[in-house]
């Protein structure tokens, strides 16, 4: 990518005419091979776009301008410059009627789970219809274990049942998300690890086929070498 004319100074108009001046239509048809909708993308990698986010840095009012383009990499770059302290539930409901890929989805949802309400919209998305709005439900439900250290365990336990809920929604974003939630609340700690297998187990079990794709991948993942040694240490201190 050439060097950066951009600066904490810049306007959203200035930040999209950078955008469009490097995308590519080449990235943009290799998002395809990944499931990535194009319709309104420019074709520019995450790390570029990470990069123009920290050389522009936050601004709220910047942010919500950059959002109103539609731009996909515009709306990104949004959610990685938006102060989570003024974003409210309105907001998150606002920007999540526009997700339409599961990149998106996967991006902003870092926001998501950073602001005060965050635990309200992973319930109200979870019983949304809309298939990227729920998969934005498991996706913070994941994002959640990285983002709240100081979250009590009850929080994430809270989880399951909703998991257990969903698990038979067979549209592939929804179903690889919630298989993400559940493994990632099974990787937090050896207590949550246990109560997530035993779902994982259930699930595996069940007559329904979107089920037990779903509980054999968490029951493998959860039970790895990796991951027992993770939680070991973790056991340890």
Known sequence: MPALPLSKNASADEVVAWLRSIGSEENRQGMLRYGIRIDRALGISH??????GKAIGRDHERAFALWRTGITE???I?????DPK????????HWAADFDSWDLVDGVTNLFVDIDDWRELIYEFAEDEREFIRRAAFAMMAWSVVHRKKEPEET?????????RHAHDDRNFVRKAVSWGLRSVGK????????AL???????ASPDRNERWIGR??????????????????AAG
């Open 156 to 164: 994430f336990l809270g989880f399951l049942p909703t998991i257990r």
């Open 198 to 204: 035993d779902l994982a187990r259930e699930l595996a």
């Open 86 to 93: 003024r974003f409210t539930k309105a907001d998150a409901h």
């Open 217 to 234: 991948e968490a029951v493998r993942d959860l039970t790895s070498e990796k991951t027992t040694r993770r939680l070991e240490k973790k």
């Open 188 to 195: 937090r700690s050896p207590r949550l690890n246990a109560a």
């Open 74 to 76: 515009a709306q990104f």
């Open 78 to 82: 949004a959610s990685i410059t938006a």
């Open 47 to 52: 790390g570029e776009q990470r990069a123009i």
